[in-house]
């Protein structure tokens, strides 16, 4: 998904340092309805693997504990969002 003016390399050293032209479509329709994109996150070069890692920003790590790794094509999402808290589960 691109949001204009932030970063678009897609993890691939090829695209480094591209910003993104415009809004993608999802963006474009979040905003619509009034959101405001504040970040991009970390991927896989091109989103083609199962661990996101890439040339361009390294490897994702876990906020919490940086010996470890949110793991998956999604592991950039997954380090941006707070856990909730044991005592609250």
């Known amino acids: 998904m691109c949001v204009a003016g932030m ?5 691939s050293l090829l695209r480094k340092g591209a910003k993104a032209p415009v809004d993608g479509e ?12 504040i970040s ?6 091109l989103c083609l693997s199962f ?5 361009v920003s390294g490897r994702t790590l876990n906020p919490y504990d940086t010996l470890r790794t949110p793991g998956g094509s999604s592991g950039g999402e997954a380090s941006s969002v707070r856990p909730t808290p044991r005592s609250l589960l």
């Open 7 to 11: 970063c678009y390399s897609v993890g």
């Open 26 to 37: 999802a963006v474009s329709a979040v905003r619509r309805a009034g959101a405001i994109p």
């Open 40 to 45: 991009v996150s970390n991927t896989p070069e």
């Open 51 to 55: 661990e996101t890692d890439n040339l």
